[in-house]
């Protein structure tokens, strides 16, 4: 398979986001002819989808289901499938307004996301006064009997909801539900997959957007963990709720990408920044071209249509203004949604060897390792001697940001020089590619 130039482009820009650059030319203001005219339209041409969350006492106002209608091919429901919503009394079910969302999405042809099945908050009242085994067994019943219900109507439910503590410790949050047990988030994720076999399961949650943050290394190793151990998880939803107190973080991309990596969808599933113009509208496009960048980053959801809609319509944080006209976040997402997928394939070639060129008693062999969009690793192994100096040179715009198993170092024109660190023979190492998937030439000589 072939890297197409246009991907190549798109790979460099990507890489070389800044979300804060001022000037970015983010704001034309239409999207060019032959591109896609609404968010849906747009995001399905790399095989994405743009939802939004619905409330189901807003289906009535025409202007707001207009956008919707016209706009989105993915809907949430922002309140109406919370546990206090579905099962106000223990044992008894209550799907009106739910249903009102769900049929409403799906005579439109839309798809839904399921939000949520376990969560600290929105609990019933009967719930919150719960402990032990009968609130486990509450909670599992809660899962089994909601996801029964809408079987075969969910594209992705959020099975458990904010799990974890804000702040350094990385653990889990206390509650009720934790109390009864480290296991109940996999424990709903068990009960769910057998409830709904064919819905994408996810873990969803907020404050995990920053790839050096605690919250986020805790929801990462839990994902680790559960993808080792064989527990049903599919996905990872990112909340993305976005102010100037907690702005879109430089690594966003890296995030996704590090998730999707585990063998995850990700998904942005409540997106919305607070703010105006064109400064969230650059937010907004390095929200999108950072989704567009990750291939397993599947769409994105904003939290709400029209900034009155919003459950902080103070900051203005989204697509519409309250009138339903589209803003310059609006043009910012649908302009990064029909410049491209974003994505690259990377070529098919699998192990194959570069040898020494130069002879010298000794010969170093390259394979490649894991690809991902934006990186990929590769490996050397050394024959012929125990004491070796290998050259590793990659070719612009690629560079070296990691290595293991060696003692190396790099200089500005991207040669690497390695050397044994007492792991053997074989080295390793991940360069950033910037859309160039050649290899790099190595040479080796005894020292
Ligand atoms: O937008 C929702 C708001 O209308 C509700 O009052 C609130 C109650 O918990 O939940 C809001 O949605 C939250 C979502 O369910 C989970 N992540 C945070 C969202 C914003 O608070």
Redesign the pocket.
Known sequence: MTLTVKSVARVSLVSTLVLAAAGAAVLAASPASGAASTLAAAAQQSGRYFGT?V?ANKLGDSTYTGILNREFDMVTA??EM?MDATEPNQGQFSYGNADRIVNQARNQGKRVRG??LAWH??QPGWMQNMSGTALRNAMLNHVTQVATYYRGKIYAWDVV??AFADGSSGGRRDSNLQRTGNDWIEAAFRAARAADPGAKLCY?D?NTDNWSHAKTQGVYRMVQDFKSRGVPIDCVGF?A?FNSGNPVPSNYHTTLQNFAALGVDVQIT?LDIEGSGSTQAQQYQGVTQACLAVARCTGITV??IRDTDS?RASGTPLLFDGSGNKKAAYTSVLNALNAGTGTTTPPTSTTTTTSNPGGGGCTATYSEGEKWSDRFNGQVTVSGTDNWIVTVTVSSPQRIIATWNTSASWDSANVMTARPNGSGNTFGFTIMHGGNWNWPTVSCRVA
């Open positions: 969350a409330a922002e309140n919370k939000h949520a908050s929105q909801n904010e969803n907020y909340q709720h409540e939290w709400g459950w």
